[in-house]
């Protein structure tokens, strides 16, 4: 597609429930990265994958949280038993490599509340 | 890990006036990322500053990245309303490190 999707745009659930966040990023892009941004704050790194490989999972806060994604496509993100303090919008990017140097294209982020 | 102190956190300037958003880093820079965000919405890629010294501008945003690689700079001549939002830098950490962080980022208010 022409830019990074991301699905739904905004989601409301019920503490406790599970629920999944879907990242379609550029075609070609083998980076992808899941950031956290809660509101007031900046953004917070989560996980980071090479392909269908995740190198860094350090910035997942908890065991709730998992991604996983497919070749160099899609990307779930899967919050377990949401908490109120999971509120915040999840924002994926994409590109084109491991270059150190190489622009990040955002999605228009998830907007997620836990009530 | 590197971290990146961005100032001021809020900024608010009347149309036309010109400013400026700092960005410190805890570590040397390999690679200096400026991002754009309104509220709601993605973030917009600015520019990328990879060399001590370097400059760049894109219409009336200029950023620099200083000598030591260590600071970033974004100036805006004659704000616009258009100017507002939220102002983001980012940053590689060198070596193998492609974990692109983040400062806490900048409001930018422009009042007509």
């Known amino acids: 597609g022409a830019g990074v999707s991301q699905s739904p745009s905004n989601k409301v659930t019920e503490k406790g429930k599970d629920v999944e966040l879907r990242c379609d990023p550029i075609?070609?892009?083998?980076?992808l990265y899941w950031y956290r941004q809660r509101l007031g704050q900046g953004l917070e790194f989560l996980i980071y994958f090479q392909g269908n490989s995740a190198p860094d999972k350090s910035g997942l806060p908890s065991d709730r949280f998992s991604a996983e994604r497919t070749g160099e496509s899609v990307s779930t993100l899967t919050i377990q038993r949401t908490q109120q303090e999971d509120s915040a919008v999840y924002l994926c990017?994409?590109?084109?490599?491991?270059?150190?140097?190489?622009?990040?294209?955002f999605g228009q982020g998830t907007r997620l509340t836990v009530v | 890990s590197q971290e990146l102190e961005q100032s001021p956190q809020s900024l608010i300037v009347q149309e036309g006036k010109n400013l400026t958003i700092n960005c410190t880093s805890s570590k040397t820079l390999y690679g200096l990322y400026w991002y754009k965000q309104k509220y709601g919405e993605g973030l917009i890629f600015l520019m990328m500053l990879q060399k001590g010294g370097e400059e760049k501008s894109h219409e009336k945003i200029t950023a620099k990245l200083d000598e030591k690689k260590q600071q970033s700079s974004l100036h805006i001549t004659a704000s616009q309303p258009s100017h507002a939002g939220i102002y983001l830098c980012?940053?590689?950490?060198?070596?193998?490190?492609?974990?692109?962080?983040f400062g806490k980022g900048t409001l930018l208010t422009v009042n007509p």
């Open positions: 980012g940053a590689n950490s060198g070596g193998s490190n492609y974990k692109l962080t």
């Open positions: 075609s070609g892009h083998t980076a």
């Open positions: 990017a994409s590109s084109l490599g491991t270059g150190q140097n190489t622009e990040a294209f």
